[in-house]
């Protein structure tokens, strides 16, 4: 079988400045991979061409506050740890990460609650990359993994190039139900099928700002272990909380069962500074079992060889700011969230739900059955407002009526403006119904 | 089948500051990955162990010369780039990166040999995130890809993981052999496989130090025009020339061919600021045809969402000085080989041949067969010399008498040194023989 890539003229091997026009166009879609070709990203490229209309309220993003991020003191950082480091800030580094960042998030990350050593901590470009490190080393094509219903659209980017089969397991206010998880994995037990992972985000989950309960964890985790089930636990905005009480992560609660043994652990946890400091440095991190870290590495290794040095360095420089950085964020976004909160009762005609965060950058809204998000999103637009359409949260489709809102980057005359917008909005799709 | 991950003691799954040692260890090695699992990177591993040996001589790294980094001019670009763009430079950007760095490269990376656009490039995360998704768009287990024997390590490392099947190349004195080439695409084709990609550095090979001759670089685009198959061109060293004649870029002779239309090119151009600015930054791109850019995208944003903002600006920041940092680069890698080959032809015992590069970092050298260089390493680092044993720049196995020696940040003392310190462990392996 001989390829389509040219014609590949004999005659003129040579070097030449002719131009051979002759040449035929590459087979590209058919060289393809067939994991690429599962992603679809057009929901991300229709919000970024939304972002240009003049005049939008887009609540779609999930940008953090670009007027709270440091500045001068991420400038400051970046000049000493250029003067500090010299040349070390820019030359290779080690796969792993810089050890004073990995020995800080080693004491920092469940602080007091096991024997969390540098081993048990890999840094990452970006909280994106330890989804993609993590699933290139468990999933085979065939895998089957889980994923709450909704789930974050950007980690089923990340899962799917590797060809899993997705089990979504179904949510409620309080998170993940249990006795559904408890349903989906006898099913596949049945099956003979072991899931690799669950993929969750506890805290404020990313699209629908919800808070999987105490309970609920206790449950997972003896879910888990029951059914030998890895735990892969992601949790950007677990500082961003601005009501309630705190709750203990999987990871921490996990650790004190094991007695703190780190490596008797099958809870992955994942953070990152993007949503703390900025996301622009791509700084973040997996604490998991050394057995973990061990294949992360490699994993790593021919994925980006290290994250950048000097913006492992900036972050460092930075540790002391956090608590003084995330309490102006809880501030910032809980006025932003209370704001949203009141003018969506106020002005949502009936049958129109939304969630109640204690924290991070997300709301939820449910329409009544019927209505599209999709659909309506060209009509919202019109009208200046725009959202992330809920269907893109679904690894396995749903959720038409649904749509994700983010008041962490809006002013809060850009709130009353836009869910004016939205409401009227939606008004004139329940009149078409 | 249920799992093995722990004993889930339902008595206790309320929260409980007791530890519960009963906890088992999870099954870790049963739930990796077929593709993670094929990596070996134990190589690298023992290199950086090697490389803590105090008074160790250590030609084994790939490192280009810390003191040669424009450490002025980098803390002044990141500071101008702080400064000029504000919050934007730690912001979420792009996934195809910094939209002033992408046009540069546009016109840059072949000037005047094409219509390139920015949608023609994309930016990576360093060099080895664009073998990393090259190989994830491209590779579904199973499929053939081609290698150079020897070729890069770090790339094998990237492609692993998708589960390729590798067919080697065999290479002489000008690169690859362009008989050999046909022969294994004819017997491929015979069998009804296409090679999906042909990953080749034609400059200054990493490990040979070898150049692939214009005549080859034209027959190797007749060849896999000929056969539909990708070519994967990697040039991080193309600029650090140093002796002999520039050779176009294998993308700037498939513009030739195409009458300068890069959508019709079939040559993936891969190259990166590392070894010309600083590897620390992590900045590279790949310019291709834009249905292979358009997968690219996608690739990245489950990768890494996008290379890190403020970085890209500090690398155009720096496109000027360029042309300035280049010359310098070149200058005195010039005189480290210059000096590491007439250290070699004194001290070196008969047998042991090398090849004579005309730019890059690496030379490769050879020994009589017989002689183990991953045996010999332990005796060679007794003497205070490291290098990179040969064999494992063979995808398929072999190249046991052969070992890569670095020269980019030897001082020439530490080259008089460690040269006599390997002729010396040399001689004591012929006498074993």
Redesign the interface.
């Known amino acids: ?8 003229d ?1 005659s ?10 002759q ?7 058919a ?6 070709g599962a ?1 679809n ?1 057009s929901a ?1 490229r229709d919000m ?1 061409r939304m972002a240009q209309v003049p005049g939008l309220v887009n609540f779609g993003g999930g ?2 506050a ?2 709270l ?1 440091p ?1 001068d003191r ?2 400051q950082a ?2 000493q740890a ?2 500090r480091y ?9 796969t792993e990460g810089f050890l004073p960042l990995r020995e800080w998030l080693a004491e920092n990350t469940c602080p007091g609650a096991g024997r969390v050593t540098p081993e048990h901590i890999q840094i990452m ?2 909280g ?2 330890s ?2 490190l993590v699933a ?6 065939g ?1 089957t993994i889980l994923v709450e219903t909704p789930t974050y659209m ?1 980690a089923v ?6 060809r899993p089969n997705f089990a979504a397991v179904p949510t409620d206010e309080h998170g993940i139900d249990m006795d559904a998880l408890a349903e989906v994995l006898r099913d596949l ?1 049945a099956q ?3 899931p ?1 992972f669950i993929y969750t985000i506890p805290n404020f989950q990313n699209p629908t700002g919800r808070t999987l309960s ?2 609920r964890r ?2 997972l ?10 735990v892969v636990e992601d949790d950007p905005y677990g500082q961003l909380r601005f009501s309630g009480d705190p709750i ?1 992560s999987l990871a921490e ?1 996990m650790l ?5 043994d780190p ?4 809870v992955l946890y994942c953070s990152s500074f ?1 949503k703390t ?6 700084d973040a991190w997996v604490m998991a ?1 050394r ?2 870290t061990e ?1 992360l ?3 790593k ?11 492992q360095m900036i972050v460092t420089e930075l540790l002391p700011l956090l608590p003084e950085q995330t309490e102006k964020l809880r501030q910032s976004y809980a006025t932003r969230a209370d704001h949203m909160l009141a003018v969506l009762d106020r002005e949502l005609p009936q049958g129109v739900t939304h969630t109640v965060p204690e924290g991070g950058m997300f709301l939820w809204l449910t329409l009544p059955t019927g209505v599209n998000t999709t659909a309506m999103l060209p009509r919202a637009v019109e009208r200046k407002v725009a959202y992330m359409i809920g269907e893109c949260f679904y690894a396995l489709g749903g959720g038409q009526n649904t749509m994700r809102l983010s008041f962490s980057s809006a002013g809060l005359e850009d709130i009353d403006r836009g869910v004016a917008a939205l409401a009227q909005t939606i008004r004139g799709e329940l009149a078409r119904l």
């Not at 060289?31 to 690429?36: D, P």
């Not at 290794?301 to 913006?311: C, K, R, S, Y």
């Open positions: 079988m001989q390829g389509t890539l040219g014609t590949a004999r003129q091997s040579q070097f030449t400045t002719h131009p051979q026009p040449a035929a166009v590459p087979a590209f879609e060289a393809f991979s067939a994991g690429i992603v990203g991300l970024l940008l953090p670009p007027e991020f500045m991420i400038a970046s000049a250029l003067d010299g040349w070390k800030a820019v030359q290779y580094g080690t470009t970006g994106q990359q989804l993609d290139k080393i468990f999933i085979d094509p895998d950007g980017q990340s899962f799917v190039p590797y037990a003979g099928r072991t690799k105490l309970e206790e449950k985790l003896d879910l888990t272990s029951q059914y030998g089930v890895f203990p609660l004190r069962r094991t007695g703190g490596d008797r652990s099958h993007s400091l900025a996301p622009g440095l791509r079992a057995p973990i294949k590495v490699l994993a290794q021919g994925a980006d060889m290290h994250t950048p040095t000097l913006n």
